[in-house]
């Protein structure tokens, strides 16, 4: 039976999980508020890409400041503006307030229950409480827990219309801020609950001999993963957070059936969470990441080409299974291409490379989808998950024997 995790990350994967719902319910229906608003399919992208841009710029900044200072301290700072901004967005019906709001929370993005801009001192301090099976463990109920709670929150956004609150009136999308605001508070009350270890000091690692080698090693790690970040980056920003939009445009859809669509996608990704940590168990870390998402890109492939809503948001769900579901053994593989007290660091780059080119995908979607470009996203985005596909093969496919050969060793394995 697999040992309890211990209880600051039990704390740290509960706050994911609330968190996680609110994010869920503004992937559904922030790209459709603007919409409604009047925004253009540009407009929409520049909006979701001022959100990622500056949690992009402060990630650069809070990342290895995590190295020094109290992590849990940060992640206070970050709940306490994230609800903030959903407060905001609640109680002012004003467009620049809405827009400054979302830039701050990066509403619609969809992280997956992640700390936005912060999430680098979550995935160091995840790092640093476990090792071995359990950071692979705790990792894969980090991002399955966050599937959950973005399923819960898709789902909810179908619940107005079900009470008679109709989308027109715009007063219903705001209400719906009032999930991201009551995750970031029960995230805060337990993060608070927390008990964070001094720092380890690193003085001896640095009067290694060796010390100069190691870094240059980790730092060659670091930009391999940058590079293969950076493609998967601009790949998802170009449709995730604005499939909504493009359902909406696409099919004529509104948040009643695509809340639900969503979430369904949430949902089997979680089922993709499981099947990835198991495969990974039987075939390697890096092996199970390329079989299951060169399934993804195939299922990706079909979507824009279906008759009919239903077949779309199917494929699409499905397409979540493997795509998606891979992301706890893709932070296992970068949490161990670093030593602990560089976990910081190596995070920051890791999400920095990531949500830079996210960016600036989602002006390139926009752009397309209000043009009626309705089949150009997916296979720009489906060209570039390839090329990941290829790069993160090439670049870590040595992880796994690296890591059968320390298990037979008895050392940690990643």
Known sequence: ????????????????????????????????????????GAAIGLVLMAGLAFGALLTLFVGPLSDRVSRRR?????????AG?????????????????????????GANGAAGPFSPVEQAWLAREVDGEARRRALSYN????????????????????LGFGYPDLTSFRILFTLPLLGSLASLALISWTR????????????????????????????????????????????????AYWFLRRYGEGPAAIGPALAASFALATLGAVLAHQLSQRIGTVRAVTAMRLVGLALMLCVPFSPDFGLAAALYAARGLFNRGTAGVRQAVAAGLTRAERRGTAASVQNLSMQIPRAIGPVIGGWL???????APFMLAAALQGLYIVLYQRFFGGVDEAARAAAAAGGDPL
């Open 143 to 162: 991002a399955t827990l966050g599937f959950v709670g973005m399923g819960v929150g898709a789902l909810l956004v179908g619940v107005p219309p079900l």
């Open 74 to 82: 940060l992640l206070i700072i970050y709940e306490f503006a994230a």
């Open 85 to 109: 901004a959903a407060l905001a967005a609640i109680v002012s019906p004003n467009e620049a307030i809405l827009i400054a709001a979302a830039t701050l929370a990066g509403f619609g993005r």
């Open 1 to 40: 039976m697999p040992q309890r995790l211990p209880h600051n990350v039990r704390c740290l994967l509960s706050a994911r999980a609330v968190r996680s719902v609110g994010q869920g319910a503004t992937v559904a229906s922030f790209s459709l508020y603007l919409h409604a608003l009047g925004f253009t």
């Open 369 to 375: 989808i209000h043009r009626g470009e309705f089949t």
């Open 196 to 243: 964070e270890a001094p720092q380890v000091a690193t003085a001896a690692a640095r009067a290694d001999p060796h010390e100069a080698q190691i870094k240059r090693d980790e730092n060659r790690r670091i930009r391999k993963l940058a590079v293969t970040n950076a493609v998967n980056g601009l790949a998802i920003g170009i449709i995730a957070p604005l499939i």
